[in-house]
């Protein structure tokens, strides 16, 4: 059944999380558990698939008790994009459906603060694969949904995503503005009401 399916993978996960502070350890062990959930065909509610035509939307899939970590669906209808950010913990992504197109960034240092991001590459991401999308020294991309398709992605990050506070960056001058997220609610978009808050990232 797909809530055991679930719980199997939200235990290993606490385990994992639980275990060991080594970012580097924690994504490699949870892209793994992330893509046997992927192949195993997993599949998520009706409800926290839902696309909005206002800005992409992050449902919370479950969040810890400590607030150590977290986990989402996060849904971008055809041709919505983020603008560039942080995460200022780690995280990996697995795509559930759809394409996700993800430019990523050099994160700048005290020395580059203020100066344009150097860009580091772009990759199209496709359904069941998995990527680790960031570490406190390696977390700054921009997202965008691609295709003729809405693009899903579960994510699994280190914390509270939707209360933590978080960086926005203007890529062509490095300027900086801090965010908090926050959670969209199934319930409401099932109702039919398109979330109209300021956009947010993933």
Same mark, same amino acid.
């Given at each position: 059944?797909? +809530?055991?399916?679930?719980?199997? !993978?939200?235990?290993?996960?606490?385990?994992?999380?639980?275990?060991?502070? &080594?970012?580097?350890?924690?994504?490699? /062990?949870?892209?793994?558990?992330?893509?046997?959930?992927?192949? $195993?065909?997993?599949?998520? +509610?009706?409800?926290?698939? /839902?696309?909005?035509?206002?800005?992409?939307?992050?449902?919370?899939?479950?969040?810890? +008790?400590?607030?150590?970590?977290?986990?989402?669906?996060?849904? =971008? &209808?055809?041709?919505?994009?983020?603008?560039?950010? $942080?995460?200022?913990? =780690?995280?990996?992504?697995?795509?559930?459906?759809?394409?996700?197109?993800?430019?990523?960034?050099?994160?700048? *240092?005290?020395?580059?603060?203020?100066? #344009?991001?150097? #860009?580091?590459?772009? *990759?199209?991401?496709? +359904?069941?694969?998995?990527?680790?999308?960031?570490?406190?020294? @390696? @977390?700054?991309?921009?997202?965008?949904?691609? $295709? %003729?398709? #809405?693009?899903? $992605?579960?994510?699994?990050?280190?914390?509270?995503?939707?209360?933590?506070? /978080?960086?926005?960056? @203007? #890529?062509? *001058?490095?300027?900086?503005?801090? !965010?908090? %997220?926050?959670?969209?609610?199934?319930?409401?978009?099932?109702?039919?009401?398109?979330? %109209?808050?300021?956009?947010?990232?993933?």
């Amino acid at each position: 059944m797909e +809530p055991d399916r679930l719980q199997t !993978f939200i235990d290993d996960v606490g385990l994992v999380v639980s275990s060991t502070d &080594d970012e580097h350890e924690i994504t490699a /062990r949870v892209a793994e558990r992330l893509s046997a959930l992927l192949a $195993g065909g997993y599949r998520l +509610p009706p409800e926290v698939t /839902r696309s909005s035509s206002v800005r992409h939307v992050t449902y919370p899939l479950y969040i810890a +008790p400590d607030d150590s970590w977290s986990m989402a669906s996060v849904v =971008w &209808d055809v041709g919505q994009r983020t603008n560039v950010h $942080g995460h200022e913990t =780690w995280g990996v992504v697995g795509i559930y459906a759809g394409v996700e197109h993800e430019i990523r960034y050099l994160k700048p *240092t005290a020395s580059t603060a203020s100066a #344009p991001l150097t #860009p580091a590459g772009e *990759t199209r991401w496709a +359904p069941g694969q998995v990527t680790v999308c960031c570490t406190t020294d @390696d @977390d700054v991309h921009a997202v965008a949904a691609v $295709g %003729s398709e #809405p693009t899903i $992605g579960i994510h699994v990050y280190g914390g509270n995503i939707g209360t933590m506070k /978080r960086r926005s960056y @203007d #890529p062509a *001058t490095g300027a900086v503005q801090w !965010f908090v %997220s926050g959670w969209d609610s199934p319930a409401a978009d099932a109702a039919g009401r398109d979330p %109209s808050s300021p956009p947010r990232h993933r």
